[in-house]
Structures are given as C-alpha cells and as structure tokens.
C-alpha cells in the first residue's frame, strides 16, 4: 500500500489502493471492500446533491457552497467571458486530520515547503508565452 507522503514525492493512493487498504484493516474480501466503498461514496454523492452536508467525525466535512455568476477572462486571448453561476463541492477538513497530517510530515523530515511543487517562481512575461493582456 503506498504511503502519504516519501521524502522525495508524494504517492497517490487511487480507488482500487482504498479497496486493498480497506480489505486487509477489515479482513473482508476485496469484493466486499469495493461494495461498502461505493455504498458510502453514493451516500455522499445523494446527500451533497440534495444540498445536504456530510461530517464525518475526525475527518471532515463535505458541503455544497454556491458560486454566483461572475465576470472573468479568457487567459489565452484577454477577452472577458460570463461564467454561470454553479453549485461547487466544498471540503473542510477536522482538526484531528489535520493534525494527523502535521504530525506524520514532521516524522519524515517533510516541510510544507519542501513537499510542494516548486514550478515557476518567476512573473510571465510577453515572450514566455504565459502572458495575456489584463
């Protein structure tokens, strides 16, 4: 099972890894492990589609936030466009997580700087090609 979190880059744990993990800590078989995943995964699903939230103690809270209408634009031509307003997914995490997650990047080493993707530090310019006119 991969881990959180490598001195050298982080490994992401995808469906079928959450199925394997939930199997060998419950002792059901995969094709158990795989139903009750997607069984909770719709719960959550139905409730934020209703406009309900789900807590999940200890670890966090699913909510449903409105993103109202706004004007933005378009990065690679400059014009500006009418973005609709739309319902989003929002996550808030509890603070035993997040403490949890601090506590294990201490153990290796890991700074919250060190951990992140250090891409382009520099402002655009008109000849990097990132540049639009504002």
């Not at 997607?38 to 103690?57: P, Q």
């Not at 031509?77 to 973005?83: D, P, V, Y």
Request: net charge negative.
């Amino acid at each position: 099972m991969p881990t959180a979190v490598n001195s050298h880059y982080i490994v992401r744990m995808n469906k079928a890894d959450l199925i394997d993990a939930i199997s060998s800590q419950s002792g059901n078989s995969k094709a158990d492990a795989a139903k009750s995943l997607e069984a909770a995964l719709d719960a959550i699903s139905k409730s934020l589609s209703e406009g309900n939230s789900v807590s999940l103690l200890g670890f966090g809270k699913f909510s449903v936030a409105r993103r109202n209408a706004r004007t933005g634009r378009n990065p690679q031509t400059g014009a500006e466009i009418q973005i609709p307003a739309r319902n989003a997914v929002k996550f808030s995490v509890a603070k035993a997580l997040k403490d949890l997650v601090q506590n294990d990047s201490e153990d290796t080493g890991e700074t919250e700087a060190a951990s992140q993707d250090t891409g382009e530090t520099e402002a655009p310019t008109e000849d990097s090609g990132s540049w639009w006119k504002r």
